[in-house]
């Protein structure tokens, strides 16, 4: 700053000199504003730390993905339904570890001619949370639920949907989101 004001404010070095210590300021200003240890009012980001930041309800992490599938004119077959459950989240596996609990439950819809039975859900994982005395059942990532499926022997062939709807609550580490049934079918042909 000294040979700034020993020299002429107007001449290039002045304004070349005046130019390079305002582009070291913001440097500095915007590498003291990304350092970790001036970060004191962020929380602090873990492996385990959800992926998704702004989820309002367990809709926003679990997704569910129909499968398709054929059964002959008066046979049985299972349908797959995949739900996929966002990192750094889970759902209570069914049944729930505790009655209180809301676990994973899928409800098929009727159509005619066709009959579902009781959906068979995947093994749990056992976890323990913070928000939980004991270790909980739950499922993560991507797990798969079969819905036996019999076709009676009067139905028509062809394909058509079989709606479903799947009633999960999405929790991560430290807290639950209000729970959500999601819609969806699975399609199913008749032979």
Do not use: W
């Not at 070095?13 to 970790?36: D, F, N, Y």
């Not at 928000?131 to 062809?158: C, H, M, N, W």
């Amino acid at each position: 700053m000294a040979l700034l004001l020993s020299t002429n404010a107007n001449s290039p070095k002045a304004r070349l000199l005046h130019l390079g210590a305002i582009c070291l300021t913001v440097l500095l200003c915007a590498s003291c504003a990304t350092s970790p240890s001036t970060q004191t009012n962020q929380p602090p980001q873990s492996a385990a730390s959800p992926v998704a930041p702004n989820v309002k309800s367990s809709a926003d992490v679990v997704k569910v993905t129909p499968g398709s599938m054929s059964v002959s004119a008066g046979s049985n077959a299972d349908g797959t339904l995949i739900i996929s459950i966002s990192r750094g989240y889970h759902v209570n596996a069914n049944p729930a570890t505790f009655s209180y609990l809301i676990p994973t439950e899928l409800t098929p819809q009727k159509i005619e001619g066709v009959t579902t039975g009781k959906p068979r859900y995947p093994p749990s994982e056992k976890k323990k949370f913070q928000f939980a005395d004991a270790p909980l059942a739950v499922y993560e990532g991507d797990a798969q639920i079969k819905l036996p499926i019999r076709a009676a022997s009067t139905a028509v062939k062809g394909m058509r949907p079989l709606p479903i709807t799947l009633r999960v609550q999405a929790c991560d580490n430290e807290k639950c989101y209000p729970p959500a049934n999601l819609n969806s079918y699975i399609s199913v042909e008749v032979k």
